[in-house]
């Protein structure tokens, strides 16, 4: 795998190397992930295809205390109707610990009798002193490892997981055991559930038990959501809630548009609505907050970019979501659409061209689709919103008691019109202010207001009106800092507020008590946002101090320097906590873009973009990227030479990692000429690796070596390390792609060396990946293994989408060679998705091994098993598929393989 100095990796295609048909591979075996236990004595396990049942007390702490000394009896009794129903069944009992029983069948169906008897033979059990004795099971069937009177293997640990979401007197069944069962044993399908520790989804099914109930809780599942949590609880909303949640579950409705005024609840309503339906969702359901949108067309990718799709390019945005979510059950939820209408087509056209994927909108106004059913969402209910100001004043005033003064706060609450915000605003003055007080002030400016605002609606007015009563009640530094704070999108950092808008901890503390400041979640610091609605009155404030201009100046100043300062950073050691503090930023970051383009600041918009190349290359922002680079560089006209160069080269590594050479070409032999007339051998040195990676790609691999042999030596003569080690890692790469193993892992070693010495932390993943390839090509199983596997784990901390892929097709080749086929399957279906929602495409060795790990698949599956695991593989999104690469290892030696029967070696 080829390199750029600015992070990108890219493949070359020269199609396959010298020997690539005689690669030996010999499988290793590895520990599963839990150890059985021995049989008991003259008992012999079954092997091959083995159906566990697991069981388990649900509560079993609790019902210890709750007995006493009467929890040993109920104990044994436990166990004695438990191991009567295997015993009938034919069960092999091979461990039992505590309260949980492991039984091994030969027989599917027996496994499931077997657990319906002892189901209800606990049901129809007597307890001491009323208690209830609830079991929870689950039964899977695999292939696992016997070995020493203990199984091992991946199916041990999946059915304890299973149980494990299930509920007391529930009965589980995995989908590899409901494929064996015959139809006169029901059950319901549950669908598919992520479990923890495994990284792929289960399926799952509930056995029907005649008699005995059969409606439980959700399953304890590991859900696929990225819902917001709220730090305080919903106040009222019963009513909506069951009528939005209703919309949802019905099946004619796809489109759902909560609408209403800002400050109404329309995000609240629908994130606890989604909430609500979360098992009906088996792909998971997904909150996408658009606030920080101002260009409607980066609605589907922001969505794409959330459900874990990437874009490829802005042509194609679009259609990799569509095709992503083609086969995909899952929720939407699209939060703050009302800026953004125009994006609504989009949206329409993903529901006609995803058909099982649903969406519930917010917006201040109806999107207008077809097929849209909306819903208005009222005001709180007297008594609700009377329970809501209580609730945020004793937050704000511990101990405060409505008493009295009842009258004045459900006075309040009506004049407010119910709105939440409004109520919530109001609530927290009640630090320095009775209600009474509160009233008496509320009134005045109400009536100021609604007398001077009929454009308005009614609704509207009284929010208003809340906000810039709270605005009038800051002192004069707060006003200033308040409106300033408008300017940054999607929150920003202490730090941020002080540099930008003057603003100190304490302003920011005092704004936050007051209910015009939210903390967000942040795992390093203090990160602080306003609600869209207070955003926008914050920056019509700015605009009225006549300070909106040059605060947006000043904040696309610091996020600028931001952008440089990372840029050095991402070549270091912390380079995943700066990643993930530009993701953090990367609202602003656009926001900056497009003031420097509003405000024809083309200097400041050419550096920014060219100095975010390593972000959007690293994190998958190809599309986005690029167009900003191209957008700045029409403008460039008289710009600094050396800015040029550097956003012509950015622009030229991102359109090369696209596969679109021919651009990419250009792009970076314009790039070489200024810097060659600029006597900049550092950007010289670049430059060449550049063109060299585009010669390789294109099929010339004598050119590539003639530019990369000329970067490398203008880099050693120069002592630049970095530029040394990228030409070290591209010839190693040529190398190769021509079968020249023994040079390609001298150049590699060379590479990593140089990595280590700098901390480039992308360097070494990228360095280890290439020696795993060699190693895999030269027939080094085991060592290829240690290689791609330490290569993973040093990709995983800086989310690099295309790193982890390369990973797992080199894992996938080597799980095809041990004969997991179903394994390398699901891997490669991985690989392939992760690839597609980046947008560059797999070339070179690691291309040929794909090809004969794919042939070894068609080879040992039939075609309907092949395209599951496939299909399951791409249902995974990075971190997942990473961590089922990682958990079990199959490389080894190069004689003696055991599957040349079967076509895998020569």
């Given at each position: 795998m080829g390199r750029k100095d600015e992070g990108r990796a890219s493949m070359t295609e020269i199609g396959p190397p010298e020997g690539l048909g005689s690669r030996r591979l010999l499988p290793v075996r590895r520990p599963g992930f839990l150890s059985g236990h021995a049989a008991g004595p003259g008992r012999e396990l079954p092997s091959g295809d083995v159906t566990f049942l697991f069981t388990d007390i649900e509560g079993s702490t609790r019902l210890l205390r709750a007995l006493g000394a009467h929890y040993r009896e109920t104990l044994e009794t436990h166990r004695r109707v438990v191991r009567e129903a295997i015993e009938s069944c034919r069960g092999c009992e091979f461990g039992t610990e505590g309260d949980a029983f492991f039984v091994a069948f030969e027989n599917a169906e027996d496994a499931v009798l077997a657990a319906s008897a002892a189901q209800a033979g606990l049901a129809a059990q007597k307890w001491p002193d009323g208690a209830s004795v609830r079991v929870r099971m689950a039964v899977h069937t695999g292939r696992p490892e016997l070995a020493g009177g203990n199984y091992l293997g991946l199916d041990v640990h999946r059915v304890s997981r299973i149980c494990g979401a299930g509920h007391g007197g529930q009965v589980l069944v995995s989908r590899s055991t409901r494929e064996l069962i015959s139809e006169r044993l029901p059950v319901a399908d549950l669908g598919e559930h992520r479990?923890?520790?495994?990284?792929?989804?289960?399926?799952?099914?509930?056995?029907?038990?005649?008699?005995?109930?059969?409606?439980?809780?959700?399953?304890?599942?590991?859900?696929?959501?990225?819902?917001?949590?709220?730090?305080?609880?919903?106040?009222?909303?019963?009513?909506?809630?069951?009528?939005?949640?209703?919309?949802?579950c019905d099946d004619s409705v796809r489109l759902v548009t909560l609408t209403g005024p800002g400050g109404s609840g329309k995000t609240r309503l629908a994130v606890q609505a989604a909430l609500r339906t979360v098992e009906r969702y088996g792909n998971g359901v997904f909150f996408v907050g658009l606030a920080q949108l101002g260009d409607p067309a980066l609605v589907l990718p922001l969505v794409a970019e959330t459900v874990g799709v990437r874009e490829g390019s802005a042509v194609t945005a679009a259609d990799r979501l569509c095709e992503h979510l083609a086969d995909k059950r899952m929720l939407l939820v699209l939060d703050n659409f009302e800026h953004l209408l125009e994006a609504a087509p989009g949206v329409a056209d993903l529901l006609r061209r995803a058909p099982l994927v649903e969406v519930v909108a917010t917006s201040r106004e109806p999107l207008r689709l077809s097929g849209e059913h909306e819903f208005g969402v009222p005001p709180l209910a007297s008594v609700d919103a009377v329970a809501l100001f209580v609730e945020r004043a004793t937050a704000a005033r511990p101990g405060f008691e409505l008493g009295d003064c009842r009258p004045e706060v459900a006075e309040i609450c009506r004049?407010?019109?119910?709105?939440?915000?409004?109520?919530?605003?109001?609530?927290?003055?009640?630090?320095?202010?009775?209600?009474?007080?509160?009233?008496?002030?509320?009134?005045?400016?109400?009536?100021?207001?609604?007398?001077?605002?009929?454009?308005?609606?009614?609704?509207?007015?009284?929010?208003?009106?809340?906000?810039?009563?709270?605005?009038?009640?800051?002192?004069?530094?707060?006003?200033?800092?308040?409106?300033?704070?408008?300017?940054?999108?999607?929150?920003?950092?202490?730090?941020?507020?002080?540099?930008?808008?003057?603003?100190?901890?304490?302003?920011?503390?005092?704004?936050?008590?007051?209910?015009?400041?939210?903390?967000?979640?942040?795992?390093?610091?203090?990160?602080?946002?306003?609600?869209?609605?207070?955003?926008?009155?914050?920056?019509?404030?700015?605009?009225?101090?006549?300070?909106?201009a040059e605060l947006r100046r000043r904040h696309a100043g610091f996020f600028a320097e931001l952008a440089r300062e990372a840029e050095s950073a991402l070549r270091g050691p912390a380079q995943g906590d700066w990643l993930e503090q530009l993701e953090c930023e990367h609202a602003n970051l656009r926001a900056a873009l497009e003031w420097a383009r509003e405000a024809r600041e083309a200097r400041l918009e050419l550096e920014l973009s060219a100095s975010l190349l390593r972000f959007w290359l690293i994190r998958g922002h190809l599309a986005e990227g690029r167009a900003s680079l191209e957008r700045a560089l029409e403008r460039a006209e008289g710009q600094p030479e050396e800015l040029r160069a550097k956003a012509l080269r950015a622009a030229s590594v991102l359109a090369e990692t696209q596969g679109d050479l021919g651009p990419a070409r250009l792009l970076a032999e314009d790039s070489l000429a200024r810097y060659r007339a600029l006597g900049d051998v550092l950007g010289t040195v670049r430059a060449l690796s550049d063109l060299g990676a585009i010669a390789s790609g294109g099929g010339e691999p004598e050119r590539a070596r003639e530019l990369f042999e000329e970067s490398m030596e203008l880099a050693r003569r120069a002592g630049d390390r970095r530029g040394l080690a990228t030409a070290a890692s591209n010839l190693g790469d040529l190398a190769l792609q021509l079968g020249d193993h023994g040079a390609a892992e001298v150049r590699f070693r060379e590479s990593l060396a140089v990595d280590r010495e700098v901390g480039n932390a992308e360097g070494v993943a990228l360095s280890l990946q290439n020696l795993g390839f060699t190693a895999l090509a030269a027939g080094r199983g085991e060592d290829a293994a240690r290689l791609l596997r330490e290569s993973l784990l040093a990709y995983r901390p800086l989310e690099y989408g295309e790193g982890i892929a390369y990973c797992l097709v080199g894992i996938a080749a080597l799980a095809a060679a041990g004969g997991e086929a179903s394994r390398a399957a699901l891997l490669l279906g991985a690989a392939d998705a992760l690839l597609a929602r980046v947008g560059a495409p797999l070339r070179g060795v690691e291309l040929e091994f794909r090809h004969t790990a794919a042939e070894a698949t068609e080879r040992l599956l039939d075609g309907e098993e092949r395209a599951a695991c496939e299909a399951r593989g791409r249902s995974l999104d990075a971190e997942q598929a990473a961590t089922l690469a990682l958990d079990e290892g199959v490389a080894g030696d190069a004689r003696g393989c055991p599957h040349q029967d079967r076509g895998l070696c020569p």
């Open positions: 479990l923890k520790d495994l990284p792929e989804p289960e399926w799952l099914f509930q056995l029907v038990i005649p008699g005995l109930p059969a409606e439980f809780p959700p399953l304890r599942s590991l859900n696929n959501t990225n819902l917001p949590t709220f730090a305080t609880p919903l106040v009222g909303r019963g009513r909506e809630l069951e009528q939005v949640v209703a919309l949802i004049r407010l019109d119910g709105l939440p915000l409004a109520v919530e605003l109001a609530a927290a003055r009640v630090k320095l202010l009775s209600p009474r007080a509160l009233l008496a002030r509320l009134e005045q400016r109400l009536d100021l207001l609604i007398g001077g605002a009929r454009d308005l609606p009614e609704r509207q007015r009284a929010l208003r009106a809340t906000i810039d009563w709270s605005h009038e009640l800051l002192d004069a530094g707060e006003q200033a800092a308040f409106a300033r704070l408008g300017v940054f999108a999607g929150g920003f950092t202490l730090n941020a507020a002080e540099t930008v808008a003057g603003a100190g901890l304490d302003t920011v503390s005092s704004l936050l008590d007051k209910s015009l400041l939210a903390r967000s979640a942040a795992d390093r610091e203090l990160r602080v946002s306003m609600l869209e609605t207070i955003r926008e009155y914050a920056l019509w404030q700015l605009e009225r101090r006549g300070e909106l």
